[in-house]
């Protein structure tokens, strides 16, 4: 069974930053990718940024050059710095995890994030 647990949301003004880290448990293979989607009210699900085991990165265009994606191969945990946030940045922020070994798909509980103008 696999576990993603979410830290780190939050209420900030416009132009602040905030931090979200997730920690993945349980029986994961070491090729995975994982990353960060987020989901407004009313809006599909959309993915934000997710980086591979090697370390490649992918960014929504929405967000390139405010948020960084990073993690940790040996604690099984990624973060997203979000800086320089606004206000159509608010919505849930879901951790998922690609096992490209086992082609499964995890996703964390949810953390919301809103940014007031």
């Known amino acids: 069974q696999v576990q993603l647990v979410e830290s780190g949301g939050g209420t900030v003004q416009a132009g602040g930053s905030l931090r979200l880290s997730c920690a993945a448990s349980?029986?994961?293979?070491?090729?995975?990718?994982m990353g960060w989607y987020r989901q407004a009210p009313g809006k599909q699900r959309e993915l934000v940024a997710v980086v591979t085991s090697g370390g490649s990165t992918n960014y929504a265009d929405s967000v390139k050059g405010r948020f960084t994606i990073s993690r940790d191969n040996a604690k099984n945990t990624v973060v997203l710095q979000m800086n320089s946030l606004k206000p159509e940045d608010t919505a849930i922020y879901y951790c998922n995890v690609k096992d490209l070994v086992s082609l499964r798909v995890y996703w964390g509980q949810g953390t919301q994030v809103t940014v007031s103008s």
């Open positions: 349980g029986s994961i293979f070491s090729t995975n990718v």
